[in-house]
């Protein structure tokens, strides 16, 4: 993944596959302070990821300054984020794009795919 810098943020776009659908999506902040993978509700609707009610549980994220969104956190099967597919992977369904511009890679992806992070040649391997 190639990083673009966004004032002063790291921007990376992804390939999102969930039921047999993809879509590309651009402007994910490549979070390395934030446990947790969060997707917009409305932007990954359209690969039939949705909030599962029954098996996922309500969250509060918290960023920099202390403020709160309620979130949706839950574990998800064969999900695959570029080219790592996911047996089961946590995370978080909420609403991000409108209030913050974009989704977050946390470093729960960074850990379980193997990322690297090359800041001098702006790539994620």
């Known amino acids: ?7 002063g943020l790291p ?16 402007d994910v902040l490549l979070d390395t302070g934030c446990s947790t993978t969060i997707f917009d509700t409305d932007e990954v609707e359209a ?22 969104e309620l979130c949706y956190e839950q574990i998800v099967s064969d999900i ?8 089961s992977f946590q995370l978080q369904l909420g609403i991000t794009k409108e209030t913050y511009g974009f989704n977050g890679l946390g470093i729960d ?14 790539l994620v391997k």
């Open 47 to 68: 690969i039939g990821l949705i909030i599962d009610r029954t098996n996922g549980r309500p969250r509060r994220m918290y960023g920099v300054g202390g403020e709160s």
């Open 109 to 122: 992806f960074m850990i379980e795919s193997g990322a690297i992070i090359d800041l001098r040649e702006m």
């Open 80 to 87: 695959k984020i570029n080219n790592h597919l996911f047996d």
């Open 11 to 26: 921007l990376v776009s992804v390939l999102l596959s969930y039921n047999g659908k993809i879509m590309q999506l651009n």
């Open 1 to 7: 993944m190639k990083i673009q810098m966004c004032d």
